[in-house]
């Protein structure tokens, strides 16, 4: 019997042994298992976040383009073209033909117009009033004597407009020319003459005799 009890007792004692062995070798496997699997997670996690590179952002939309029409230039006006209106046609009457070849009646001839006299006229035959020049003091004492012919003009009054033209003779020298040019023009300042016409008259100058 003594033999049985030791013989269960060592058993006993070495199936507890085993299981305690069993035990502390799972704990000491499972505990050392749980932190290198807890490592290498945290490895690759932090392997994981270290080497993944953020997302880029997205790309911002292409611009939008918008087309430009260019306006239609406004068409040029077209010319304004008269439309062409054939005039109806002409009927002439037997009135209107006989008339048209009928010889037509002579027109009586124009009366030609009043011409002026061509060239100077006489002064004495169309002046009603003249005056005679007075002789020169100067060329009364030196004794001058001449004949001065003249061309003047009369105005739509009547009365003396100009000289047109004077000559003297031989007998008158230069010198003394102008006095009697003076005396000459001062006497026609009172003639009254035709109108609008173109006069000649001699003037002769003598020591014993007025004109």
Known sequence: MRNDTGLRNRRTAGLVGVVLFHALLIYALVSGLAQGVVKV??????????????????????????????????????????????????????????????????????????????GPISAKANCSHRENPE??????????????????????????????????DGGIPPRYRSGFKSAITAALQGYTCQAN??????????LDSGS
């Open 41 to 118: 997670i945290q490895q690759k996690v932090e392997v994981s976040v270290i080497s993944e590179p953020p997302p880029p952002p997205p790309p911002p939309p292409p611009p939008k383009i918008e087309k430009v029409v260019p306006a239609a230039a406004p068409p040029a006006p077209k010319a304004y073209v008269p439309p062409v209106v054939n005039p109806p046609p002409q009927v002439q009457s037997a009135n209107a033909i006989a008339a048209t070849t009928s010889d037509p009646a002579p027109q009586p001839t124009p009366k030609p117009a009043a011409e002026a006299p061509k």
């Open 135 to 168: 002789y020169p003091s100067k060329a009364q004492e030196d004794e001058i004597q001449g004949v001065v012919r003249v061309v003047f003009s009369v105005g739509g009054d009547g009365k003396f407009s100009g000289l047109t033209d004077i000559s003297f």
């Open 197 to 206: 016409s173109q006069l000649s008259q001699e003037f002769g100058f003598k």
